[in-house]
């Protein structure tokens, strides 16, 4: 299920300094982005852009790029607007950018509120796809008091704000602004199996036998009932060499 991970990250980034690769056509970008609780923190990260010697440092960009969540941050670029260039307005504040997301389920703590997904991205610079985990907030609580927590082993999708990083292992932590799952055939989700036997659904069409049915001579409806039968009196066509003895052929 790995080919389904991804993760990027779209929202305002800082470039300190670009730099032209020699070997093809993308530049080389060192930068910052804001996060935390109200986004005073400065994470510092590299970056790589096609066709980026337009962006003339120091410079504010919004970009959208694939967001590798490890020790040492990378953003492969694919599409930015300029901001800002030069100087920043006074009354200017910047949000913490937005990570969405494909992955999987591998744990969570419905009272501590959180949810571990181990997700991947592609790497420009090392031209490899990275795996790494990201954590999500359930926060505020009141917000997901009725939704449930998903499934270990599902396939989920996540989004939300870069909030903080692990210090110990450097995992990324994001508020939760939504998510969803779907659990594939072959996971071991450790749910408990039902012990409730389906029921046969009847085919369309098909009545309870009229011979043998109270209800149906006495001209009453049924459970069993789903349609317009193929062989309702009114719909048939009359045979006269054998005359209807029963009452209940006889009724409309």
């Not at 300190?16 to 804001?34: F, M, Y």
């Not at 901001?83 to 494909?102: C, H, L, W």
């Not at 592609?122 to 490899?128: D, G, L, M, P, S």
Request: proline share 8%; net charge positive; with cysteine.
């Amino acid at each position: 299920m790995e080919t389904l991970y991804a993760c990027y990250l779209t929202g305002v980034v800082q470039v300190d300094e670009v730099e032209k690769r020699t070997t093809n056509k993308h530049h080389s970008l060192q930068g910052q982005v804001s996060y935390g609780h109200n986004n005073e923190a400065e994470l510092q990260l590299t970056a790589s852009a096609f066709y980026a010697g337009s962006v003339a440092p120091p410079n504010l960009i919004f970009a959208h790029a694939a967001f590798v969540g490890t020790a040492k941050v990378h953003l492969s670029i694919s599409s930015w607007n300029t901001m800002f260039q030069g100087s920043v307005p006074d009354n200017y504040e910047r949000k913490a950018p937005i990570v969405t997301g494909t992955g999987k389920v591998t744990d969570y703590n419905e009272e501590a509120a959180w949810i571990s997904f181990q997700t991947a991205a592609w790497n420009r610079e090392t031209a490899a796809k990275v795996v790494f985990d990201i954590i999500g907030l359930r926060l505020p609580a009141a917000r997901y008091r009725n939704t449930p927590m998903p499934v270990r082993g599902a396939i989920a999708n996540f989004t939300g704000p870069l909030h903080s990083q692990n210090s110990i292992n450097n995992a990324f932590t994001i508020v939760l602004d939504d998510y969803t799952w779907a659990v594939p055939p072959n996971a071991n989700t450790n749910s408990v199996p039902t012990t409730s036997t389906p029921r046969k659904r009847p085919a369309l069409g098909r009545r309870s036998d009229s011979r043998t049915s109270p209800s149906s001579v006495n001209g009453s409806s049924t459970g069993a009932e789903a349609g317009p039968s193929n062989s309702s009196p009114t719909n048939a066509a009359p045979n006269p060499s054998r005359p209807s003895t029963s009452a209940a052929n006889t009724l409309a």
